[in-house]
């Protein structure tokens, strides 16, 4: 099983869509979860970090379920601009805890 | 006012040769990675550098060879390049080895096509 496993997609979605991804992850003792977002030929950059209690930042939201190892980003509004492959990064506990695991991703195409 | 740059962005070569990618941040950080993405798009990490000194050394064929010479370079030499080495390479640095928020900031990828 992959530590952490996502629906590769790809999700078509026409512009002003609500989108949700899902992402569940293998070591319950995880510390840290983050979204990171890459372009097509690009370089992966960070789009939020998840918060137990969950969190927003404009048209996105995150959710961590610590209890079901799952977290999951919705994105309200899709803009053209928002396509793009969406990983779900998960860090484990002790250690090097700065060692990102992530998931292989899934492709978000908004269409017009 | 780049963050994290690689060279060469591209790099093909012929199976067997040996070849370097290097990595430098301007952004103060003390540690460094390398990450390998293959032709599926799985990112995964291969070694991590903190203040120079090597603190993550995933499963990694020791063909391959992390050089810090000070904490803003990180570069990663290939020896007798093989076809399963062809992927996108990407470095990566953060400010801190560990904390619960703690994150990294990447390269633009050096493209590496092994013939």
């Known amino acids: 099983r992959k530590e952490v496993e996502q629906d590769p997609g790809p999700f078509n979605v026409p512009e002003g869509a609500t989108v949700a991804f899902n992402c569940t992850y293998s070591?319950?003792?995880?510390?840290?979860f983050f979204w990171y977002r890459q372009d097509c030929r690009k370089e992966p950059k960070l789009l939020m970090s998840?918060?137990?209690s969950g969190n927003e930042d404009g048209r996105f939201t995150a959710q961590l379920n610590r209890a079901s190892q799952y977290i999951s980003l919705l994105i309200r509004d899709s803009k053209l601009s928002d396509s793009a492959t969406y990983l779900c990064?998960?860090?484990?506990?002790?250690?090097?805890?700065?060692?990102?695991?992530f998931g292989t991703g899934t492709l978000l195409a908004v269409q017009p | 006012d780049t963050a994290v740059s690689q060279t060469p962005k591209y790099l093909v070569t012929q199976m067997g040769n040996d070849k370097s990618i290097k990595c430098e941040q301007n952004?103060?950080?003390?540690?460094m990675y390398w990450y390998k993405q293959d032709s599926k798009k799985f990112l995964k990490i291969m070694f991590s550098?903190?203040?120079?000194?090597?603190?993550i050394n995933e499963t990694v064929p020791n063909r391959f060879s992390p050089k810090s010479p000070d904490k803003a370079h990180l570069n990663l030499h290939i020896n007798s390049l093989e076809l399963g080495d062809s992927a996108v390479y990407f470095c990566?640095?953060?400010?801190?080895?560990?904390?619960?928020?703690?994150?990294?900031?990447f390269g633009p990828g050096t493209r590496l096509t092994v013939l």
């Open positions: 952004l103060g950080h003390d540690t």
């Open positions: 070591n319950s003792a995880s510390q840290s």
């Open positions: 990064v998960v860090t484990p506990i002790g250690g090097a805890t700065n060692k990102l695991i």
């Open positions: 990566a640095s953060s400010p801190l080895p560990g904390g619960r928020y703690n994150e990294q900031f």
């Open positions: 550098y903190n203040n120079k000194e090597l603190i």
């Open positions: 998840v918060y137990s």
